[in-house]
């Protein structure tokens, strides 16, 4: 079955303190990888999209890349308003529909 | 353009009612999905459709169901509500032509259910 694994479960930043977070995903054929962002009581707002493995995309102070396993968000000397629930969803090959992560929670204190 | 839009936003009922969702997706987005998010299980796959069709359904009793109109907007129901589907309803418009194609979902803000 295929999965998609995120961590750390939570992230507790200083404010300006730099991190990534993880999105792993079983390697059966991926036709696309999607960030979001969900703030409490809300719907996940959409973030990026990566196709293909070395694949990078940039939005102020978060970067996200992709390798052949896993992917990664960065995020840039960040805000307290940075803080929210990253979720990652996996397209695999096939007719599967979207396949999500559980987020990973991250706040920014200042 | 208006986002994606869900009615009501909070609904509250007791074990063994039913409970009828609404979405209305971008203008032009022809796919709509839901979801169910919890905090255990996070979001699950509960069924696309596109076209007034149901092109795909994840692994939910069938209490649950949906249907698309001509206009693309789409109902969900859900009959005989059990305490554990106390959950966040959310629904996600794309324009994905064919199944398997990589179109971005667009979310909605959800719709707050809580089964007494």
């Known amino acids: 079955e295929d999965q998609v694994t995120q961590s750390p479960e939570a992230l507790r930043l200083q404010e300006g303190e730099s991190s990534s977070l993880n999105c792993s995903y079983t390697v059966s054929g991926l036709r696309g990888l999607f960030w979001y962002r969900q703030d409490p009581g809300k719907g996940p707002e959409f973030l990026f999209t990566l196709y293909s493995a070395g694949e990078e995309k940039e939005k102020e102070r978060l970067k996200a890349t992709l390798t052949k396993k896993e992917s990664f968000l960065h995020i840039t000397a960040p805000k307290p308003e940075d803080s929210a629930t990253y979720l990652c969803a996996v397209l695999f090959s096939g007719n599967t529909p979207l396949v999500f992560g559980k987020g990973t929670r991250l706040s920014v204190i200042a | 353009k208006a986002g994606v839009t869900q009615t009501p936003r909070y609904l509250i009922k007791t074990r063994g009612q039913q409970v009828t969702l609404s979405c209305s997706p971008i203008?032009?987005?022809?796919?709509v999905s839901w979801y169910q998010q919890t905090p255990g299980q996070g979001l699950q796959f509960l069924f696309e459709?596109?076209?007034?069709?149901?092109?795909n359904k994840g692994n939910f009793p069938g209490r649950f169901s949906g249907r698309q109109f001509s206009n693309s907007r789409s109902e969900m129901n859900v009959s005989t509500l059990e305490l554990g589907d106390s959950a966040l309803y959310l629904c996600a418009s794309s324009t994905r032509p064919r199944q398997g194609a990589t179109d971005t979902q667009y979310f909605g803000p959800g719709t707050r259910l809580t089964v007494l």
């Open positions: 459709y596109f076209s007034e069709t149901q092109r």
């Open positions: 203008s032009g987005h022809r796919s």
